[in-house]
């Protein structure tokens, strides 16, 4: 039986769909609709978490579905909002091309017996990212430069990852966990 952590990731990764889907609708309120679900997606992101250590169900599916989930929700609408026109597409390279390497990084760091956990840099990096799609979906006229912050702090975080976790692509086995 899957856990109430688990079931909130899931709907996260099932309102990703719904809601890019709904950007290609032609129909009044069509981007306020959108932001709504996708603003609503964004919160299950603190949620399943806080649920599975309140509720102490941390489990594997958690731990690999819950970064899943958050790259599915904002790359494909950013990808999206790319295609209509809303959002550059240098931008959307950049937090796709960054969201590889981290994917890289924790693959070769779980070959070690490492786990790469959130760090604060990246989870501040998701939430302005959350706030930037957000803001480009209801038409803020500021939300640009939420857009290019977010990037700002996907390259940051990444350098971040990356410096903390450089011994995972080096031949040395250590066994830590942040």
């Known amino acids: 039986m899957m856990s109430l952590a688990n079931w909130i990731t899931t709907f996260r990764i099932i309102l990703a769909p719904i809601c890019v889907g709904i950007l290609f609708w032609d129909i009044p309120g069509r981007d306020l609709l ?10 299950t992101d603190g949620l399943d978490g806080y649920a ?11 731990k690999s579905f819950d970064p899943l989930a958050d790259k599915i929700l904002i790359i494909l609408t950013l990808v999206v909002l790319t ?14 091309l960054r969201e590889v390497m981290i994917t890289v990084l924790r693959h070769f ?15 501040m990096k998701t939430f302005c ?7 480009v979906m209801l038409g803020f006229s500021w939300s640009i430069y939420v857009l290019w912050a977010a990037v700002a702090l996907t390259i940051w975080s990444g350098i971040d990852y990356l410096w903390h976790w450089k011994s ?3 031949t040395k086995d250590n066994s830590k966990t942040i």
């Open 168 to 170: 995972a692509f080096t």
């Open 34 to 43: 959108a932001a709504t679900i996708f603003i609503i997606a964004g919160l």
């Open 109 to 123: 760091a779980g070959k070690k017996g490492l786990t790469v956990a959130a760090s604060p840099w990246g989870k």
């Open 83 to 96: 295609n209509l026109g809303r959002v550059p597409a240098v931008a959307v390279w950049i937090i796709i």
């Open 129 to 135: 990212q959350i706030v930037a799609v957000a803001a």
């Open 52 to 62: 599975a250590r309140v509720r102490k169900e941390i489990s594997t599916f958690g």
